[in-house]
C-alpha cells in the first residue's frame, strides 16, 4: 500500500480548517447570542427607568452568576455575582420553572427569607422584579430588574414587558444552541 505524502498533509490541514470554522460559527452564535441580551437589558433599564437589569445565567444545579448587567452608574456593578448557596434552592427553582414572576416593591415591607433580604441589601437592592428565562430544557436564567434608590411600584406594563423580553430571549436560536 502505498502512502502518498501529501494525503496525510491535506486531510491533517482538512481537520485544521474545519476545527478553525467550528471555532468561527461558535464565536459568531456568542457575539449575536451577547449583543441580543445588552440590546434588551439596555432597553429595559431605559424602559422601567431603574438602576439595574441583570441577567442571571445558570451554568448549574440552580448555581449562576450575573453575566449581564445595564446600570445608571457604574458603581452599581455586581456583574460576576453569584448569589448565596442556600437561598436558591429546589423550592424557588420549581416555581421560577413555572413561570413565576415576582415584584418586589420594597424589600423591607416584604415578607422573605432573612438570607434573601441580606442578600437583595448586599446589592443595594431596595425592589426588584424578576422573570424566568424558560428554555425547552428548562431554566436558562432569570432577567431581573433592580431599584435601588428607593421603593418602586411594578406596575403590570412593567412586568409585561420584562416577560416579554424573557420569552424573546428564551426563543432566540443563539441562546437556546448555549
Known amino acids: 500500500m ?3 505524502p501529501h494525503s496525510e498533509f491535506h486531510q491533517s490541514r482538512d481537520r485544521r480548517e474545519q476545527g478553525l470554522q467550528n471555532l468561527l460559527d461558535r464565536l459568531v452564535i456568542k457575539i449575536q447570542r451577547d449583543e441580543l441580551v445588552r440590546q434588551t437589558t439596555n432597553e429595559l433599564r ?8 441583570v441577567l442571571y445565567y445558570f451554568y448549574g444545579q440552580w448555581q449562576g452568576q450575573v453575566t449581564f448587567e445595564s446600570l445608571s452608574s457604574q458603581e452599581l456593578s455586581i456583574l460576576g455575582s453569584t448569589g448565596p448557596d442556600n437561598c436558591f434552592n429546589d423550592e424557588y427553582a420549581a416555581l421560577y420553572l413555572a413561570g413565576r414572576v415576582k415584584a418586589i416593591a420594597d424589600i423591607e415591607s416584604e415578607p422573605m427569607e432573612s438570607c434573601h ?8 437592592v ?11 430544557r428548562g ?3 432569570l432577567l431581573v430588574a433592580h431599584h435601588c434608590q428607593g421603593p418602586h411600584y411594578w406596575s403590570p406594563l412593567d412586568m409585561e414587558m420584562m416577560q416579554t423580553a424573557a420569552q424573546t430571549l428564551a426563543i432566540d436560536h443563539n441562546i437556546l444552541e448555549s
Open 2 to 4: 502505498q502512502i502518498h
Open 46 to 53: 431605559e424602559l422601567l427607568q431603574v438602576d439595574r437589569v
Open 117 to 124: 433580604r441580606d442578600f437583595l441589601r448586599s446589592m443595594e
Open 126 to 136: 431596595r425592589a426588584n422584579l424578576v422573570v424566568p428565562i424558560l428554555i425547552p
Open 139 to 141: 431554566l436558562w436564567g
